[in-house]
């Protein structure tokens, strides 16, 4: 294997993607494969949403009940030589959601449904997705797998993918008119409402 001179190591900033890595993730011609992902993410946090928001147990007279018998079957789990739930997120579980689980319950049932709206709709697909994976993320460390390793992966993929995963949504036009903090889009740049698409402009710019 033929080494690099010092020069040429000095010369290398930046690594280029696989033309796998760039059509996948930054190519909007590809951009159709993440519609099915996002749906099934998006319709599953909504299904699992609205079924909360529609049920006493979570934003009734008895809100904060469900959560309440969830957080007391994580704490079940914390017991044995290889508990499936860490002392320090059963501490957390036992004095901070615990004794508010009224308004614990309602942040997760809202929660859950403006997540799977974003995803369905495309819109700030990555920072939606990035809430999905944080909620998969405290139910797995709650102890409950059921589908949350498989909806984590997908909701990594469209973080990821968060250029081109809403291209086919709302992000197609919300992104180049947000743009991103390290490139104002449309709006903060003062241009006109009508967009006329060039090479640069053909990716979303914040998502």
Known sequence: MARLSEKQRREIVALEDSPVSKALFEDVRWSWIWVFVRLYVGLTWLQ???????SPAWMGDRAGTALTGFVQGALAQTGGEHPQVQGWYAAFLESVVLPNAATWGR????GETLVGIALVLGMF???????????NVNFLLAGAVSTNPILLLLAILLILAWKTAGWWGVDRWLLPALGTPWRPGLVFRGEPGTHQTTAQDRTPTTG
Do not use: E, N
């Open 48 to 54: 699992s949403g609205v079924g909360k928001l529609t």
């Open 107 to 110: 942040m997760v049932a809202v």
């Open 125 to 135: 697909t990555g920072i939606a997705a990035s809430f999905a994976a944080f909620m």
